[in-house]
T-cell receptor, first 112, second 110 residues
Framework: DVKVTQSSRYLVKRTGEKVFLECVQD?????MFWYRQDPGLGLRLIYF???????EKGDIPEGYSVSREKKERFSLILESASTNQTSMYLC???????????FGPGTRLTVL | QKEVEQNSGPLSVPEGAIASLNCTYS??????FFWYRQYSGKSPELIMS????GDKEDGRFTAQLNKASQYVSLLIRDSQPSDSATYLC??????????FGKGTTLSVSS
């Protein structure tokens, strides 16, 4: 079974802090994704990566950056957290862009 | 902006009935489609994928794809209260990641 893990289920941070969200997959997938999910807005793609050190902007990259130094690990970075970044953050991986994505359990981030 | 559209619901059906969830997409080039189920507070889990026109059955679930009309549907037979969840439709847009609809909330009453 594909397993995607995220470093925290719940996280509380203060405005202006730098925040790191980590995601690890164990199935050697080429592609990894970061989404945020908010009520009424659905899943919105922040960034994705199709290979180590490669990244592409999604629909809402502003205020975020990513890092993929190893194939199995994809990190989302909030350079200076703001209250409007309070959300559920979901990581996913897939073997190819047109294949199904497998999601991690999510991190509910609250920025105070 | 290419899109995947779903009726947000809620769709309410009695236990044992057939639930029909629909999705339309704008990108004629989309070739692969997926249905995910998401329980409240949980992450989406894949329940069906479909790549060809026609029907694909898996237990109580049937996915239907009509590329000419650009719609995808999911039928859930013998609906159970445990099927109450939000169902996300996703389609593949060439060169980028899957495009997700906003989801349809299904409520099955016992």
């Amino acid at each position: 079974d594909v397993k995607v893990t995220q470093s925290s289920r719940y996280l509380v941070k203060r405005t202006g802090e730098k925040v790191f969200l980590e995601c690890v997959q164990d199935m050697d997938h080429e592609n990894m994704f970061w989404y945020r999910q908010d009520p009424g807005l659905g899943l919105r793609l922040i960034y994705f990566s199709y290979d180590v050190k490669m990244k592409e902007k999604g629909d809402i990259p502003e205020g975020y950056s990513v890092s993929r130094e190893k194939k199995e690990r994809f990190s989302l970075i909030l350079e200076s957290a703001s209250t409007n970044q309070t959300s559920m953050y979901l990581c996913a991986s897939s073997p190819a862009l047109d294949n199904e994505q497998f999601f991690g359990p999510g991190t509910r981030l609250t920025v105070l | 902006q290419k899109e995947v559209e779903q009726n947000s619901g809620p769709l309410s059906v009695p236990e044992g009935a057939i639930a029909s969830l629909n999705c339309t997409y704008s990108d004629r080039g989309s070739q692969s489609f997926f249905w995910y189920r998401q329980y409240s507070g949980k992450s989406p889990e894949l329940i069906m994928s479909i790549y060809s026109n026609g029907d694909k059955e898996d237990g109580r679930f049937t996915a239907q794809l009509n590329k000419a009309s650009q719609y995808v549907s999911l039928l859930i037979r013998d609906s159970q209260p445990s099927d109450s969840a939000t169902y996300l439709c996703a389609g593949h847009q060439a060169g980028t990641a899957l495009i997700f609809g906003k989801g349809t909330t299904l409520s099955v009453s016992s």
